[in-house]
């Protein structure tokens, strides 16, 4: 009995060949496939393409499973966030804006990860506010929220500062945009 493994295993091209009225053009060429790379050995690489192969291997191996990919983009994230093997930021966010948008999961598994990951961004700061980052699928509700919550501090810090030098509540409320109900916190701090 013998044991054949399906094609997509086994398909490795590396030449392209045409012929045309006595014409034949022939192309060799390198191939890297993806399915053929150590998981271990990339997992272990200080090269940063070993993400992005990691990223392809894990969406081949989740091809049909959901939660199995959620896991790996949640691994893959982890990495890059809380690594210290990619030192340069911009690769660190150029792999995570591509694997996000490679490892897609259905939308309430996307929500789940946002608040897995949403501490370590918060941890990060605000140098990946500026990104490409914020405007990725995943990413772009927690750096919204951040936004918001910084916008809100600081219209409370203005707020404290117009209190201080006597300003009218009802002009304070309309310059900062915050509810009756936080400007009574802030006098209460007064």
Same mark, same amino acid.
Request: proline share 4%.
């Given at each position: 009995m013998s044991f054949s493994l399906p094609l997509i295993y086994t398909f490795k091209p590396d030449t392209y060949a045409n012929q045309f009225y006595g014409t034949e053009l022939t192309y060799t060429y390198n191939t890297y496939k993806i399915l053929d790379q150590d998981e271990q050995k990339l997992l272990l690489s200080d090269n940063p393409f070993a993400y992005a192969v990691l990223a392809g291997l894990y969406m081949l191996k989740s091809r049909n499973n959901a939660s199995k990919r959620y896991q790996f983009k949640r691994r893959l994230f982890e990495l890059l966030l809380k690594g210290k093997k990619v030192k340069n930021r911009d690769y660190v966010d150029s792999l995570l804006y591509f694997i996000d948008y490679l490892m897609e999961v259905p939308d309430g598994m996307d929500e &789940?990860?946002?608040?897995?990951?949403?501490?370590?961004?918060?941890?990060?700061?605000?140098?990946?506010?500026?990104?490409?980052?914020s405007n990725a699928p995943t990413f772009k509700p927690i750096f919204d929220e951040l936004r918001e919550k910084?916008?809100? &501090?600081n219209s409370k810090e203005i707020a404290l500062a117009m209190l201080r030098k006597e300003f009218k509540t009802e002009d304070i409320l309309k310059v900062t945009g915050l509810t009756e109900e936080e400007m009574e916190d802030i006098k209460a701090k007064l």
């Amino acid at each position: 009995m013998s044991f054949s493994l399906p094609l997509i295993y086994t398909f490795k091209p590396d030449t392209y060949a045409n012929q045309f009225y006595g014409t034949e053009l022939t192309y060799t060429y390198n191939t890297y496939k993806i399915l053929d790379q150590d998981e271990q050995k990339l997992l272990l690489s200080d090269n940063p393409f070993a993400y992005a192969v990691l990223a392809g291997l894990y969406m081949l191996k989740s091809r049909n499973n959901a939660s199995k990919r959620y896991q790996f983009k949640r691994r893959l994230f982890e990495l890059l966030l809380k690594g210290k093997k990619v030192k340069n930021r911009d690769y660190v966010d150029s792999l995570l804006y591509f694997i996000d948008y490679l490892m897609e999961v259905p939308d309430g598994m996307d929500e &789940e990860l946002q608040e897995d990951i949403k501490p370590m961004i918060e941890k990060e700061g605000n140098h990946m506010a500026g990104t490409g980052l914020s405007n990725a699928p995943t990413f772009k509700p927690i750096f919204d929220e951040l936004r918001e919550k910084a916008r809100k &501090e600081n219209s409370k810090e203005i707020a404290l500062a117009m209190l201080r030098k006597e300003f009218k509540t009802e002009d304070i409320l309309k310059v900062t945009g915050l509810t009756e109900e936080e400007m009574e916190d802030i006098k209460a701090k007064l």
